[in-house]
Nanobody, 124 residues
Framework: QVQLAESGGGLVQAGGSLSLSCAAS????????MAWFRQGPGKEREFVAT????????YYADSVKGRFTISRGDAKNTLLLQMNSLKPEDTAVYYC?????????????????WGQGTQVTVSS
């Protein structure tokens, strides 16, 4: 059973930066496609960023393109998210998700494993 643990959330002023990390355990050495999603207050969960099909090409939601950077950590199945130029509308719980091969990389319905989430709050 794959378990995901996010870390790095917090409170930051608009224009500031935060870094999130997600570490997977229980993967048995298998490579999973991993992604970041977020859910703001009163909003539906939305896609943030991923490497499609666990490859090398990064995909981002339009709302974060140019400000967020997804990368892989040194350990297998570790995912990072560097968030710059943060805006109040980026306030959300950020979730890490993983799956063998999600049919739609941007759709959370196709990810089997989820972390508990980490809160990111951006003040104006």
């Amino acid at each position: 059973q794959v378990q995901l643990a996010e870390s790095g959330g917090g409170l930051v002023q608009a224009g500031g930066s935060l870094s999130l990390s997600c570490a997977a355990s229980g993967h048995g050495g298998r490579t999973y496609a991993m992604a970041w999603f977020r859910q703001g207050p009163g909003k539906e969960r939305e896609f943030v960023a991923t490497f499609k099909n666990a490859g090398s090409v990064a995909y981002y939601a339009d709302s974060v393109k140019g400000r967020f950077t997804i990368s892989r950590g040194d350990a297998k199945n570790t995912l990072l998210l560097q968030m710059n130029s943060l805006k109040p509308e980026d306030t959300a719980v950020y979730y890490c998700a993983a799956d063998d091969r999600p049919s739609q990389y941007y759709n959370g319905r196709y990810y089997d494993y989820w972390g508990q989430g980490t809160q990111v709050t951006v003040s104006s």
